[in-house]
């Protein structure tokens, strides 16, 4: 099959590399270049976005625990291939026994629009090829699972890997089968989710993992998998290089992975989650507008649209001294130093924070916003339409 150039607007047919300069990844942050949040979140015992973007964390579970873990921006990475960043998930507690409902993974969900050049529900779907680089000093049989989010009882299918030398890096392909009874919504929800699977309980195995399109059943999200990543405070797992292919290809014709630059990336990133902030000292580019009792802040305008509108959170600092607060704002007579603000008008574009106590300003007056001066205390203001 001739090769295929994965643009931002679809799919152009083509043959060769020479096809392909511009093509983007339809998984976003494939090389964990781009680590908004943290590039290393220690103690983890509950799932969620900890550092890498755009990639979720999954330790599932109701009773016991499934291990604490380590989660960073690593260095180590496959040689000569022209990749700077692994994601690293590091065992630091063991649990020998994993919980009957437990799970450990990292998951990728890619925006249903996004997954309009597969033609899934239609005569022509196509194949996948899911490719990567993983390392770890666990050997054996994983699984990857993938979701169909808008298919009828979300319908998944497992492709099984296995890592066979142990602490060295291996590229996997994967061969996903079309699915011409499921189309992908054209909207900006959930479309595809890929499951790294690192780990289950009892609930999970014991069946066979589906190899064809087939609605979900628990036991065999990980079936003929008996790995436990919580299982030793040695354990590690990093992956980089994930690429998503229209058809079918194999490990001697697979397209080469398609770097981008890192303000590409991270503005495809950035339509998901932005930050604002989190730098003892700095401004945050901020006008703040008062009244007699209340400053109102912004607006705090997104670098590009983001998907959805966005929740806010914001993280302020202890008090409203100058040692103690998260933000600060300068005006003609003084500055007003408060612990954190409150947001409101949130949109796909922009949101507008404000404080109503502690206002020293006239009516009317003007300043700007900055980042209290204390480490221990400095403000972020945090805006996130993740999947």
Request: net charge negative; with cysteine; aromatic share 10%.
């Amino acid at each position: 099959m001739a090769f295929s150039k994965i643009a931002s607007g679809g799919v152009d047919g083509g043959v060769g590399d020479s096809l392909r300069p511009n093509a983007k990844n339809i998984i976003i942050n494939s090389d964990m270049a781009v680590a908004q949040r943290s590039t290393s979140a220690t103690g983890l015992t509950s799932g969620g976005y900890k550092s890498i973007d755009r990639f979720t964390t999954t330790l599932y579970y109701t009773s016991s625990n499934v291990g604490t873990f380590t989660q960073s921006q690593s260095t180590d990475v496959p040689t000569g291939y022209g990749f700077r960043n692994s994601l690293k998930m590091d065992c630091t507690t063991a649990q020998t026994s994993l919980p009957a409902d437990g799970q450990i993974a990292i998951r990728h969900t890619i925006e249903a629009q996004n997954m309009n050049p597969f033609k899934f529900g239609t005569s022509n779907a196509e194949k996948m090829t899911l490719a990567f680089w993983v390392k770890s000093n666990l050997t054996g049989t994983y699984n990857v699972s993938m979701y169909h989010q808008d298919g009828s009882s979300t319908p998944q299918v497992n492709s099984q890997y296995s890592i066979s030398s142990a602490n060295t890096w291996e590229k996997k392909v994967l061969v996903i089968p079309a699915d011409t009874s499921n189309a992908f919504n054209d909207d900006n929800g959930q479309g595809l989710s890929i499951d790294w699977i690192m780990g289950t309980g009892s609930t999970y195995t014991g069946g066979t993992a589906p190899t064809s399109w087939s609605s979900f059943v628990n036991n065999t999200f990980n079936g003929g998998s008996t790995i436990n990543m919580a299982s030793s405070t040695s354990n590690e797992w990093l992956i980089t290089g994930i690429q998503l292919e229209v058809g079918e290809y194999s490990a001697s014709n697979l397209p080469p992975f398609q770097h981008e630059s890192f303000g590409d990336n991270l503005i495809r990133c950035q339509r998901y989650y932005n930050i604002f902030g989190n730098n003892t000292g700095k401004p945050m580019g901020m006008a703040a507008f008062y009244n007699s009792t209340a400053a109102f802040v912004g607006p705090l305008v997104y670098p590009v649209e983001m998907r959805s509108s966005p929740t806010i959170t914001i993280t302020g600092g202890s008090g409203d001294a100058y040692e103690t607060s998260g933000f600060a704002l300068n005006h003609s007579a003084s500055n007003d130093w408060f612990q954190t603000f409150s947001s409101t008008k949130t949109s796909t574009k922009e949101c507008q924070v404000y404080v109503d106590s502690g206002v020293s300003a006239a009516d009317g007056d003007a300043g700007r916003c900055k980042i209290g001066d204390s480490e221990a205390n400095k403000g972020k203001v945090e805006a996130s339409a993740e999947l």
